[in-house]
């Protein structure tokens, strides 16, 4: 009868090493996976839209203002490097 019932060790397997396993695994599923690297890519992609929403406003057309906007965005990040922020 003892082997019938595996000498313990299914339910022991069960418990200690499967059972655990199964709640990590649906922790790692829903928290990790479905939240951070699902959501943070579409959390990025909204947020990239709305700036490109509001920077929307300030194309016009002109080439002037599109070479002075190009040269305040490169002397920004020149300054960035520059001062070593990170």
């Known amino acids: 009868k003892a082997f019938a019932a595996g000498l313990g060790l299914d339910a022991a397997y069960t418990r200690f090493l499967a059972a655990p396993y199964a709640r990590l695994s649906a922790f790692l599923w829903r928290g990790v996976?479905?939240?951070?690297?699902?959501?943070l890519p579409t959390a990025l992609a909204e947020g990239t839209a709305s700036l490109a929403e509001g920077?929307?406003?300030l194309t016009t057309g002109r080439v002037s203002v599109?070479?002075?906007?190009?040269?305040?965005?490169?002397a920004a990040i020149i300054t960035w490097l520059a001062l070593g922020w990170t």
């Not at 599109?66 to 490169?74: E, F």
């Open 33 to 39: 996976d479905v939240d951070v690297l699902d959501g």
């Open 66 to 74: 599109s070479l002075t906007v190009l040269l305040a965005a490169a």
């Open 55 to 57: 920077l929307r406003t």
